[in-house]
């Protein structure tokens, strides 16, 4: 275990799983208009109804059926509405009691830190960790990516979907924090991706990135009318080089090498 992953603080990981709580809700920037429920749910759901629709896709236009796959961190519903359907058995591990004790009943649980997972060399076809690397900046992505490359099968599939840096409103919501603070829940190593740092990571870690799809331009804090004009328009953009990592969620699907 190395001193960067000493100096991660996994009770404050725990916290954000078991509570996500938002801060200050009674900050004036966390209440309508700037905020609102029916907001959040949709851009969400858009992002996530898109990244089933790019890994499915990938999925039949390569003939490829996954066997076994590992969803890391699993959280309380292991990304069912994005993965149900793709494999034959689900496997999930989390640092979250909790979370693991929500867990869906068809998913194979177990308590523990990804970076000692303790699983066996090549245990797993594919292995899914979604919106889980942009809170270890500290500890840096490639020591995960590299247990990753370990418990996966020659040509196994790693899928990846986090907030991206390059985002227009990702340098406003930074200057919101400079000057009003974490009034929404942020865990303090928590922070969007550059893209080509985590690219960079992935090929240093012995895999091959397969595709790179924007998977939602819009953002939990538009307006839903404006939310669906942006999807609208940015619909042909998902895949288009330099575009495709302007959007606010990225999906990477990357191949074991």
């Known amino acids: 275990m190395s001193?960067?992953?000493?100096?991660?603080?996994l009770e404050n990981e725990k916290s954000w799983y078991e509570n996500n709580a938002w801060i200050r809700?009674?900050?004036?920037l966390m209440k309508w208009p700037f905020v609102h429920p029916d907001r959040h749910a949709k851009a969400w759901g858009y992002a996530?109804?898109?990244a089933r629709e790019g890994v499915l896709k990938f999925l039949k236009d390569n003939s490829l059926q996954i066997g076994k796959l590992l969803i890391a961190p699993c959280g309380a519903k292991a990304d069912l509405d994005i993965l149900s359907g793709c494999a034959a058995e689900y496997y999930g591990i989390d640092i979250s009691e909790k979370a693991v004790s929500q867990c869906p009943t068809q998913i194979r649980t177990k308590v523990g830190d990804i970076l000692d997972?303790?699983?066996?060399?090549q245990s797993f076809d594919a292995i899914a960790s979604f919106l889980f690397l942009h809170h270890v900046?500290?500890?840096?992505?490639?020591?995960f990516l590299c247990e990753f490359n370990r418990i996966l099968k020659k040509g196994g599939l790693l899928l990846i979907m986090e907030p991206s840096a390059l985002y227009p409103l990702a340098r406003v919501m930074d200057l919101g924090r400079m000057i009003f603070g974490n009034i929404s829940g942020l865990v303090p190593d928590e922070a969007p991706i550059?893209?080509?740092?985590l690219q960079n990571a992935v090929k240093h870690s012995g895999f091959a990135i397969?595709?790179?799809e924007g998977i939602s331009f819009s953002h939990v804090r538009i307006p839903i009318p404006i939310q669906t004009g942006i999807e609208f328009c940015c619909n042909a953009l998902r895949t288009a080089?330099?575009?495709?990592?302007?959007?606010?969620?990225?999906?990477?699907?990357?191949r074991k090498e």
């Open 3 to 9: 001193d960067n992953h000493l100096r991660q603080n």
């Open 25 to 28: 809700p009674d900050h004036f």
């Open 48 to 50: 996530r109804m898109k």
């Open 117 to 121: 997972s303790r699983y066996p060399a």
């Open 137 to 143: 900046h500290k500890v840096g992505f490639e020591p």
């Open 194 to 197: 550059m893209p080509g740092k």
């Open 210 to 212: 397969a595709r790179i």
């Open 241 to 254: 080089p330099v575009v495709r990592q302007l959007a606010w969620m990225v999906l990477w699907i990357c």
